[in-house]
């Protein structure tokens, strides 16, 4: 896993200290790429806290030392399920982890078909006789210490492979396994990287460009020689959050349309705006190549002259955004993406990149089923 930048570079602070967002600078910018203040004074455009916010972190339980039970062969109990606070039986996965944003518990990742129950006496297909001990893979991967994961195991959180894993026994092969702890998974690849790069105005959304215009490869440096490749796009003159990866069945998911993922954009328009506009762009709206619509719809700010509104929509056709304010008789001013699916820009920095951190890929991986 590629390491976080170092202070300075622009990615959030994980315990909400430091400075505040910058502003952008720009003649009538109004806003930043992540949360700033309109022309009135007010805030706008600060992403809610997770649903996990303002609570304390859930102490570890105490319970039996980590062993597997005598006569018991290694194996997956595959009927048996997390009970509904399985995931506050202890501390929470990469609870020691300095970057990235704390996002919560996963609870949006599609269910799984049950795995029929294994023999009694039977070794589950789970466990490969020449793999590594789950507890050591999940220590390795960052998850907690190895006694912390031993617990975890004990206590229904893991899945490998989408059956649950309670017996310390279980050896797997860290190459294919599909581990997730408590509905998030858990990424032992190391070759697999993740990025947030806070793409500014003028930049356009490819690695190269055939007449020599601005383009995200300028802002890699460090990341020139890894093969990395933009998740969707944002047109030239839209700034905000663009994913950079090399895990192509990620980013092949978070673009397909049946996996409906959420993007969050911040709206400059000229004002006033009429009443019922919000409605009538989350009722839809006849487009030429469809009806389109918001899934939500938020004034913001409003200043003589000036609009700021936040729309939430999971439709990737191209420049939506600006074709929905056509359409309603307000061209955009400014537009800026803040969030995609779980992972926000919150007060980094324009023109930066951030690495992602663990939580926040095992959060992103879950939202498209992964």
């Known amino acids: 896993m ?40 007010k805030s706008f455009g600060k992403p809610q806290d997770g649903p996990q916010a303002g ?5 570890q339980s105490a319970g039996a030392k980590p062993g597997s039970p005598a006569g018991r062969k290694p194996g997956a109990s595959a009927g048996r399920k997390p009970g509904p606070n399985a995931a506050s039986a202890g501390p929470r996965a990469y609870g020691k982890e300095r970057f990235g944003q704390n996002l919560g518990p996963v609870n949006n990742r599609p269910k799984k078909a049950k795995t029929p129950r294994t023999g009694h006496g039977e070794t589950s297909d789970q466990h490969d006789p020449q793999g590594v001990r789950l507890q050591k893979v999940l220590a390795g991967a960052g998850v907690a210490s190895r006694r ?30 599909v581990i997730h702890v408590d509905g998030m998974r858990i990424q032992t690849d190391e070759s697999l ?61 978070l673009t397909h349309p049946s996996y409906e993922v959420p993007k969050t954009y911040l709206v400059q328009v000229r004002g006033p705006m009429a009443h019922g506009i919000g409605a009538q762009m989350k009722d839809g709206i006849e487009l030429e190549d469809g009806v389109a619509k918001v899934d939500s719809f938020r004034l ?3 200043t003589p002259g000036h609009v700021l509104v936040e729309v939430v929509l999971h439709s990737g056709k191209n420049r939506i955004v600006r074709r929905l304010f056509d359409a309603v008789g307000h061209p955009v001013v400014r537009l ?25 890929i095992g959060h992103l991986l879950a939202t498209v089923g992964m």
């Open 300 to 302: 913001v700010d409003s």
């Open 55 to 59: 609570k304390p972190r859930p102490g």
């Open 193 to 253: 990287v993740y990025f947030v790069f806070n793409k500014p105005k003028g930049v356009v959304s490819t690695m190269e460009d055939p007449e020599g215009r601005p383009c995200v490869s300028d802002y890699l440096k460090k990341n020139k020689d890894q093969r990395l490749f933009h998740v969707g796009r944002l047109d030239q003159a839209t700034e905000g959050l663009l994913l950079l990866t090399n895990d192509g069945e990620l980013a092949n998911r």
């Open 148 to 177: 912390v994961c031993e617990d975890m195991i004990e206590a229904g959180r893991v899945e490998v492979d989408g059956v649950v894993v309670t017996e310390l026994g279980v050896r797997v092969d860290p190459a294919t396994a």
């Open 2 to 41: 590629t390491q976080a930048p170092r202070s300075g570079s622009g990615r959030n602070n994980p315990r909400g200290g430091g400075k505040g967002p910058r502003q952008s600078g720009k003649p009538g910018g109004g806003f930043s790429g992540g949360a700033g203040k309109g022309r009135s004074g």
């Open 336 to 360: 800026v993406r803040t969030q995609v699916g779980p992972i926000r820009l919150n007060d980094q920095r324009q023109g930066t990149i951030r690495a992602l951190g663990r939580t926040e």
